[in-house]
């Protein structure tokens, strides 16, 4: 019809997968809703090689 999309009633759904790992002592996986084994493991291989650059975004932005 002549209805547009956004003026007709509806309900958004969200599929989020993501993962949470705690950068102290060390890189550890804390929470993971949704991720396979092997996408845990590349996240965690991507957080281990840039861990210098996380720190220092992490301590710019929240002072510590």
Not at 7 to 36: S, Y
Request: charge should be positive; glycine fraction near 4%; charged fraction near 25%.
């Amino acid at each position: 019809g002549s209805t547009s999309f956004l003026a007709r009633k509806h309900v958004c759904t969200c599929m989020c997968i993501v993962a949470k790992f705690w950068l102290d002592p060390k890189v550890e996986l804390a929470q993971n809703f949704g991720l396979v084994a092997r996408q845990i493991r590349v996240a965690k291989n991507l957080i281990e090689e840039h861990d210098d650059e996380i720190r220092n975004a992490w301590k710019k932005h929240f002072g510590s």
